[in-house]
């Protein structure tokens, strides 16, 4: 089950999470907690739903259909948060991945109000793994400064793992580390790729989430995510006249020049 927000180009947000974990073999129930208007170049205005709607689209779908993860994404404003944490603290077995979405990749804020908090005590005590970018992690953390004391922190908030994704960091190779057990658990290094992408974060942690839901364990399901990730990159493409999109369905291109799709 997927909270998201609707972006219109398919390449972040709700069209993201679905592509990612239909394409990684699951079912997506998607529940929309915005709507945004924007183009590959930047955001526009959004709109975020009415909180009783909300409740409604997950209370409706997880009294009827049986729910192997949760994942959120743009959550529009706090009180959508709260109501999400309430939903999700009723099904404790449910792991949750929380990508805590605060702004767009141009740094247009994506929640009417500021959601450090609510995301501090709400909703990452309940979380499985928590997926935030360095930029993230640091608006996050309050009190801490260096990415290891930063996921210490969060930990202590009751959240199980983090992963902090490196490519906002100036570094040569991105270094992607996850934190579990109140210690750093392993370090990915992955080869920076030339572009600016739309929807990485939401690919990421749509994957975790698609390997949480089918029983892999947080360590291999983030290690399986990554490797997803940055391929949906590798062979992304500039769609329109901003910043690439991910393609989430390159498994199933087919090479004219290759007889054995033929
Ligand atoms: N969700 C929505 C609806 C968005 O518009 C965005 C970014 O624009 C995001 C999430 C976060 O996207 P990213 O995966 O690029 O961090």
């Not at 953390?141 to 959240?159: K, R």
């Not at 390997?211 to 590798?234: H, P």
């Amino acid at each position: 089950m997927i909270f998201a927000g609707a972006d219109p180009t398919g390449g972040a947000g709700i069209a993201a999470d679905i592509q990612t974990v239909s394409a990684l073999g699951c079912h997506p129930a998607p529940i929309v907690t915005a709507v945004t208007a924007q183009d590959t170049a930047g955001l526009k205005q959004y709109t975020v739903v009415d909180t009783d709607l909300l409740i409604a689209q997950a209370r409706s779908v997880l009294e009827d259909m049986p729910v192997a993860a949760f994942k959120t994404g743009m959550l529009g404003n706090a009180a959508n948060l709260a109501a999400i944490a309430t939903i999700v603290s009723d099904y404790p077995s449910i792991p949750l991945v929380v990508d805590p979405v605060l702004t767009t990749g141009a740094g247009d804020e994506l929640s009417e109000q500021p959601l450090e908090d609510g995301y501090r005590s709400l909703l990452l005590p309940l979380a499985t793994l928590v997926t935030p970018n360095s930029i993230e992690m640091r608006r996050l953390a309050t009190n801490a400064d260096s990415p290891e004391a930063c996921a210490q922190e969060l930990m202590s908030l009751g959240c199980e793992y983090v992963l902090c994704t490196g490519s906002h960091e100036p570094t040569t190779e991105v270094s992607h580390h996850l934190f579990g057990h109140h210690r750093m658990l392993e370090t990915i290094n992955q080869p920076r790729l030339p572009h600016d992408y739309h929807g990485s974060g939401c690919t990421l942690a749509s994957a975790c989430a698609a390997g949480l839901a089918q029983g892999f364990e947080v360590t291999a399901a983030v290690r399986e995510a990554l490797a997803f990730t940055w391929n949906t990159l590798a062979k992304g493409h500039q769609l329109g006249m901003g910043q690439h999109l991910p393609d989430r369905q390159y498994w199933a291109r087919r090479d004219p020049n290759n007889k054995a799709n033929s």
